[in-house]
């Protein structure tokens, strides 16, 4: 007999999931109602008024999407994507990549403006390849890079993009809950996120809202959305403000209840204050990681409090370390992807698992095997100077 599967209870500091907060993990447990039921109705539309304030926005095509962040990603370019159009992809880490794939499979013809990964985007570059393009549609480009950790200033890239008559889709998968992200006063036309990472609910949603403009370019398609269940056209009888509520597919129930009491608590706590916090602790995580010697990878104007990269000192096998951290520790931090890979560690501090708790466990966790390890990095001085931060 197969018995039941009961994982263990880790710590989650990668980048994505990220522990989530047992008052949601109880919110699931909660009775399965029907995805039509009065009740079901009455907790959607509050997810939706919930979500137009985490993502800052009036829009009323704000809800989310059945499906993880890629599928969010997937739903901003197959509706504004059509055969044909020009997109404007800046790229400065994996995500990036994937847009371009989007664009490829709606038909489209991306041009790329590659930055440094480790970098913001360049509002310059993005600049140049606009006046090179003037048949551009869009742009596109990732707000908070996850395989890095930097940060580019989505208001400017927006402003510039609607400067040159084009329109935008973000990835705010990771910024969402954890750095400034303002959507109507940022002009965003498109941006989706997850449900994972900042806001400390389970992997298997995606928060997507639409401004009138993009509205506008979807509703004046000449050629069908090419995935059926995407199409927002067929998605907003479900999901759109005074819709009937037809079936379009059986909503994820109590993923849902999940995502409404994580929401719940990000309005409890206010946005501000969430902003505050990631970055709080990441000062904290931060004066640690450098009190031991490991250098960040990404300049610290353009950092993300909530994913952290540092460089692997020379000589240490990263598997090694980050497996010695799940066995001894129950602890979980991310490895470098793509040409990263081997060379850095990501440190996330996303939601739930942003908290001193769990800044001081990572250090001492790390000090402890870096030293059975014999790494070349200061020992015994990373929690003293992270409790400089939180005692200042
Ligand atoms: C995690 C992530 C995604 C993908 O989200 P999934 O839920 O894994 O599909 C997309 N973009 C960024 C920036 C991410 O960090």
């Not at 994580?262 to 970055?279: D, F, P």
């Not at 501090?349 to 790390?366: D, I, P, Q, T």
């Amino acid at each position: 007999m197969t018995a039941s599967f009961h994982p263990p209870q880790r710590t989650l500091m990668g980048p994505g999931p990220s522990d989530v907060h047992p008052r949601i993990l109880e919110a699931m447990g909660r009775p399965t109602i029907g995805h039509l039921d009065p009740l079901f109705v009455g907790m959607m539309d509050e997810m939706k008024t919930l979500l137009q304030y985490a993502f800052q926005t009036k829009n009323a095509m704000t809800m989310p999407v059945s499906a993880p962040g890629s599928a969010g990603m997937e739903t901003c370019f197959v509706n504004l994507v059509e055969p044909g159009d020009t997109v404007i992809i800046c790229q400065n880490g994996v995500f990036g990549g994937r847009m371009k794939e989007n664009v490829e499979r709606c038909g489209g013809i991306p041009v790329m403006v590659e930055d440094e990964w480790g970098r913001a985007v360049d509002a310059g570059k993005l600049e140049d390849a606009l006046k090179a393009n003037p048949d551009a549609k869009l742009v596109a480009f990732v707000h908070a890079e996850t395989s890095t950790g930097a940060i580019s200033d989505a208001k400017t890239l927006v402003a510039l993009a609607h400067q040159y008559d084009c329109l935008t889709i973000v990835d705010a998968v990771t910024s969402l809950g954890g750095s400034e992200l303002r959507v109507d006063d940022w002009g965003i036309d498109a941006i989706y996120s997850g449900t994972q990472k900042c806001l400390s609910c389970t992997p298997g949603l995606s928060p997507v809202s639409f401004s009138e403009a993009a509205l506008e370019k979807i509703r004046s398609r000449t050629s069908k959305v090419q995935s059926w269940f995407l199409d927002l056209n067929l998605v907003m009888g479900y999901w759109g403000s005074g819709a009937k509520r037809a079936y379009h597919h059986t909503a994820p129930i109590n993923a849902l209840y999940g995502l409404h009491e994580a929401l719940v608590m990000l309005e409890n706590e206010t946005l501000e204050n969430a902003w505050k916090r990631h970055s709080h602790h990441h000062n904290a995580l931060k004066a640690g990681l450098e009190a031991m010697g490991l250098n960040f990878i990404v300049p610290a104007s353009e950092r993300l409090s909530q994913l952290n990269a540092v460089s692997i000192p020379e000589s240490v096998d990263d598997a090694t370390v980050r497996g010695l951290l799940l066995n001894d520790y129950n602890l979980e931090i991310g490895a470098g992807l793509g040409p990263m890979a081997n060379k850095v560690w990501r440190i996330g501090l996303m939601g739930h698992a942003c908290r001193k708790e769990n800044v001081l466990k990572c250090l001492s966790a790390l000090d402890d095997v870096l030293g059975r390890l014999d790494a070349p990095v200061k020992h015994g001085v990373a929690l003293a100077a992270a409790q400089v931060i939180y005692s200042s």
